[in-house]
């Protein structure tokens, strides 16, 4: 009779679910930053799970992303249904214009709290932080923000510049509010030289290349090159690092509100999660591995950050760094 009673309790649980699968059907638009090898496995991984989904996805920077979307909404025909871009700022700002819509059932359970949006408008999928790169050749190997200022640095540390990447803007946020020198660990920065120009792969470029010494960038990229070989090593500062969390949302204006949630509902999931390690990203859920190449999740100190004040913030950290970097 036990068995019985449970075989029925079973069954009745996975037809209660089916409903919800089959729900997510039809067309579905997805406006991305992720590199176009990424887009495709997250939409594949997606496709297995919800086949009668049909994906489709437009692939571009996040600036480059929301200019076309912000020429869509000006034209009254946004196109996508779900965006995975690179910064929550960005979504911040879509949140505070009316644009995004709630996923109130979102399963957000087991992970920490503060790092989805509290309204649920809003999921961060991984955590990509920013630290320092330097060349195995360098004399002094850094293990702080504030080595970067020291006389061995002079010259020698090239970085992003906020005025042209959200991560870097995101990372001078980070920094100004938590380093106790705030604003003046830059001024002393411009004093030693930095360089702040580029994207990521131009700083991990030119410290592999020993063009400069020493770079604040992405951990990935100069992960996965000494995997390959490349002269670098990365360090996660003892303060600790900014991060940008690859949020995911639902634009208010999709046509398929479900598929969307579903897509969601993925990227949260044990499998969505185990995807991104698998592409060799931190992934956002705390009880998933971390890539080959990284030290315990306990070794990686993540600074306080808060996306809402980040956006209020945005045009006076802009210029104030353009004021130090002019």
Known sequence: ??????????????????????????KLVLYTSQPNTDAQQTIDAFKAKYPKVDVSFVRDGTPRVMAKLKAEFEAGAPQADVLLIADAVT????????????HDKADV?????????????????????????????????????ADLVKPEAKNQLAMPSPLNSGAALIHTITLTSNLKDGWNFYEKLRENGTLAAGANGDI????????????MIVDFMPIREKAKGAPVEFVFPSEGVSAVSEPVAILKS???PEAAKAFIDFLLSKEGQELALKQGYVAAHPDVALPAGYPARSAIKLMAFDAAKALIEETATRKRFSTIFE
């Open 91 to 102: 979504m911040e700002g879509l949140k505070k214009d009316g644009r995004l819509l709630a």
């Open 204 to 215: 991990l470029r030119q410290v592999a290349t020993g063009e400069k010494l020493y770079g």
């Open 254 to 256: 999709s046509k398929n």
């Open 109 to 145: 359970a087991g992970y920490p709290a503060g790092i989805h949006d509290p309204q649920k408008m809003w999921f961060a999928t991984k955590l990509i932080t920013t630290g320092i790169v330097y060349n195995t050749k360098a004399a002094m190997k850094p293990a702080s923000w």
């Open 1 to 26: 009779m036990q068995r019985k009673a449970l075989s029925a309790f079973i069954l009745a649980a996975g037809l209660a679910a089916a409903p919800q699968v089959l729900a997510a059907e039809g």
